[in-house]
């Protein structure tokens, strides 16, 4: 007696489904990255220093909440040089989406970028003015000046300027036209 053949769709045994193939991954870490990483572990380790006394000392540290609050400030900030640097701003892209690749595409795209660029001069000329007002004032629990405090924010919006304008650079040697996009390429 013979065995049955199997029916003609049914695929082989050694025949895959998914093939996925990795693709080779260099990642580059830039200053900001280094330090929204060290004051995110910072913030990390203070929360679980308030976490542990609270809760299993049942006696909290009275700064770790006031400390947390500013290092949450600070990475912030620190955290929107790397959003302006990979160029991932939350942005209503309807209407450059809608338009074909043109003059005025490109001139709407030009402003778009200056327009950023003015405002993240502008947030850091005013951070700049607001830790000068905020040095005679002190942190409630520890005796510190609060313009260490906006000094660090002062600090991430001073990046953020610096990589707009990097980005506004690389917009206008391409003429402002659309930033080129990497295929995904199909599975094989």
Not at 116 to 133: D, N, P, Q, V
């Amino acid at each position: 007696m013979t065995e049955p053949s199997p029916p003609p769709n049914t695929p082989s045994e050694d025949v895959h489904l998914i093939v996925a193939h990795d693709e080779e991954v260099t990642i580059e870490y830039f200053p900001e990255d280094w330090l929204a990483m060290a004051v995110f572990w910072a913030l990390a380790f203070i929360i679980f220093l308030q976490f542990f006394t609270r809760y299993v000392l049942n006696d909290s540290l009275a700064w770790t909440e006031e400390i947390a609050r500013y290092l949450l400030m600070v990475v912030v900030f620190v955290g929107g040089a790397m959003v302006v640097r990979r160029n991932t701003n939350i942005a209503v892209e309807l209407v450059p989406n809608l338009m074909k690749d043109g003059p005025i595409k490109r001139a709407l795209t030009a402003l778009v970028e200056l327009t950023k660029l003015f405002f993240l001069g502008l947030l850091a000329w005013f951070s700049i003015l607001i830790t000068e007002r905020m040095h005679n004032l002190y942190m409630t629990v520890i005796d510190l000046p609060m313009s260490l405090v906006y000094g660090g924010v002062a600090l991430g919006c001073f990046m953020m300027v610096g990589r707009q304008a990097q980005n506004v650079r690389k917009a206008a040697r391409r003429g402002f036209a659309p930033a080129p996009q990497t295929p995904i390429s199909p599975i094989e």
